[in-house]
């Protein structure tokens, strides 16, 4: 089986070269997934981090192209019927700090510098956000 990597070649060309300011002022006191529950990426449902990046774009916080990786972190497609499953009825918890993570490795591992570095922001992002740190180290 050989995976199509040229949809995520085209997605992030250039991206390394768009600033990262967009994430800077963002005040994680402000920010909620839904009415009354704080930020919390390592425990989030496809829908509340859809809800959380379309508030982020709107807010002029995050660009369509910066905000790329995440919508690609909340399809969500059946093993059994092939179809989308519906992001508005799953009620799964995902890490998406951890999903990301394991994006860049593989990214990396298929030689994809460009979508490497869009995992990485995403998770500058998602730290910022929550208040942490931005900077990580995936080093084993």
Do not use: C, H
């Not at 060309?13 to 990426?41: H, I, N, Q, W, Y």
């Not at 740190?133 to 080093?139: E, V």
């Amino acid at each position: 089986m050989q995976i199509n990597t040229s949809f995520a070649t085209a997605a992030f060309s250039g991206f390394a070269t768009r600033s990262k300011s967009a994430v800077a002022g963002t005040d994680p006191a402000t920010m909620e997934t839904s009415p009354g529950r704080k930020l919390d990426f390592t425990s989030m449902t496809r829908k509340e981090l859809l809800d959380w990046v379309n508030g982020e774009i709107k807010g002029g916080r995050m660009t369509l192209d910066e905000s790329t990786p995440f919508v690609g972190m909340t399809i969500k497609i059946s093993a059994y019927t092939k179809q989308p499953v519906d992001i508005d009825t799953d009620a799964t918890r995902y890490d998406f700090t951890d999903i990301a993570a394991k994006g860049v490795d593989g990214a990396r591992s298929f030689g994809n510098e460009k979508l490497a570095q869009a995992l990485e922001w995403s998770i500058e992002a998602m730290r910022r956000a929550q208040g942490g740190k931005a900077g990580f180290d995936l080093s084993a």
